[in-house]
């Protein structure tokens, strides 16, 4: 699961083993990202702040403990215990859980029903956007759809003129224009995980197993050993010719030097 926060042009990723995050800037090199990681495992979602990264760990009994991690210098605390069973977090202003068709106030625990139908929720700049009966809503706004244009979604994410559904077909994008949303783009992708930002240089991140994307190139991948990294990096060396891959390779090789410290 992954999220990006604007204001401080961060991108931070969770999985089963642990939590990363790395600083991008507007326009990426992506040879020159920096990742740090965090050795705290089992969180399921993440939301970033202006100064650190909300994360949910699901403690069985139907219910969710809320921890926050400080980028600053790394700690690990708990923040909330025995909330909802969230599916995921999003920061807006403040802290929401998603489980369904409802948002809730983590903090108050107040729950707001988005729609009956809704069947994925994204938040930005206090607006709501969902999607419910293939259709695409804008804080309860009909914007976009006729009944199948947007069928089985997985994810939604929004920025302040582009909505991004991710779907079994991959990723497609709705631009805003005069209050009325069409279709622009397909990213051709499979992933179940997106982060978008704003403008005026918006970026597409998402995943596909371990590894975080942007435009078709790995910005980091979060392999779990050493072991992982050597077999990628032999895999360079002995088994392409093709010159392409070098900075691929350069990106391998420092994450080969951070792993080893």
Same mark, same amino acid.
Request: net charge negative; proline share 2%.
């Given at each position: 699961?992954? %999220? $990006?926060?604007?204001?401080?042009?961060?991108?931070?990723?969770?999985?089963? &083993?642990?939590?990363?995050?790395?600083?991008?800037?507007?326009?990426? %090199?992506?040879?020159?990202?920096?990742?740090? &990681?965090?050795?705290?495992?089992?969180? &399921?979602?993440?939301?970033?702040?202006?100064?650190?990264?909300?994360?949910?760990? %699901?403690?069985?009994?139907?219910?969710?403990?809320?921890? $926050?991690?400080?980028?600053?210098?790394?700690?690990?605390?708990?923040?909330?215990?025995?909330?909802? +069973? $969230?599916?995921?977090? =999003?920061?807006?202003?403040?802290?929401?859980?998603?489980?369904?068709?409802?948002?809730?106030?983590?903090?108050?625990?107040?729950?707001?029903?988005?729609?009956?139908?809704?069947?994925?929720?994204?938040?930005?700049?206090?607006?709501?956007?969902?999607?419910? %009966?293939?259709?695409?809503?804008?804080?309860?706004?009909?914007?976009?759809?006729?009944? +199948?244009?947007?069928? $089985?979604?997985?994810? =939604?994410?929004?920025?302040?003129?582009?909505?991004?559904?991710?779907?079994?077909?991959?990723?497609?994008?709705?631009?805003?224009? +005069?209050?009325?949303?069409?279709?622009?783009?397909?990213?051709?992708?499979?992933?179940?995980?997106?982060?978008?930002?704003?403008?005026?240089?918006? +970026?597409?991140?998402?995943?596909?197993?371990?590894?975080?994307?942007?435009?078709?190139?790995?910005?980091?991948?979060?392999?779990?050993? =050493?072991?992982?990294?050597?077999?990628?990096?032999?895999?360079?060396?002995?088994?392409?010719?093709?010159?392409?891959?070098?900075?691929?390779?350069?990106?391998?090789?420092?994450?080969?030097?951070?792993?080893?410290?």
């Amino acid at each position: 699961v992954i %999220d $990006f926060d604007l204001d401080i042009d961060t991108l931070a990723y969770v999985n089963a &083993s642990g939590i990363y995050f790395c600083s991008v800037a507007s326009s990426v %090199d992506l040879s020159t990202v920096e990742v740090t &990681s965090v050795a705290q495992s089992g969180f &399921s979602s993440v939301a970033i702040s202006g100064n650190g990264l909300y994360l949910k760990k %699901d403690m069985g009994d139907k219910h969710d403990d809320v921890y $926050f991690c400080s980028i600053s210098n790394l700690s690990v605390k708990e923040y909330l215990t025995y909330c909802k +069973n $969230f599916d995921s977090l =999003i920061f807006d202003g403040k802290l929401w859980g998603v489980e369904g068709n409802v948002l809730y106030d983590v903090v108050k625990n107040e729950k707001f029903v988005v729609s009956p139908y809704a069947n994925a929720v994204s938040v930005h700049s206090g607006n709501v956007y969902y999607l419910a %009966d293939g259709c695409l809503y804008k804080t309860g706004v009909f914007t976009l759809g006729s009944g +199948n244009d947007l069928s $089985f979604p997985i994810v =939604i994410d929004s920025n302040a003129n582009n909505s991004y559904v991710v779907d079994k077909n991959g990723i497609s994008v709705f631009a805003n224009k +005069n209050g009325k949303f069409t279709k622009t783009s397909t990213i051709n992708v499979k992933t179940n995980h997106i982060a978008v930002t704003s403008l005026p240089y918006v +970026n597409v991140y998402y995943t596909v197993d371990s590894d975080v994307y942007l435009s078709n190139q790995v910005l980091f991948s979060a392999e779990n050993t =050493i072991t992982d990294i050597a077999i990628d990096a032999a895999d360079v060396v002995l088994m392409s010719t093709d010159l392409s891959k070098l900075p691929y390779a350069v990106r391998l090789s420092k994450r080969t030097a951070r792993t080893v410290k």
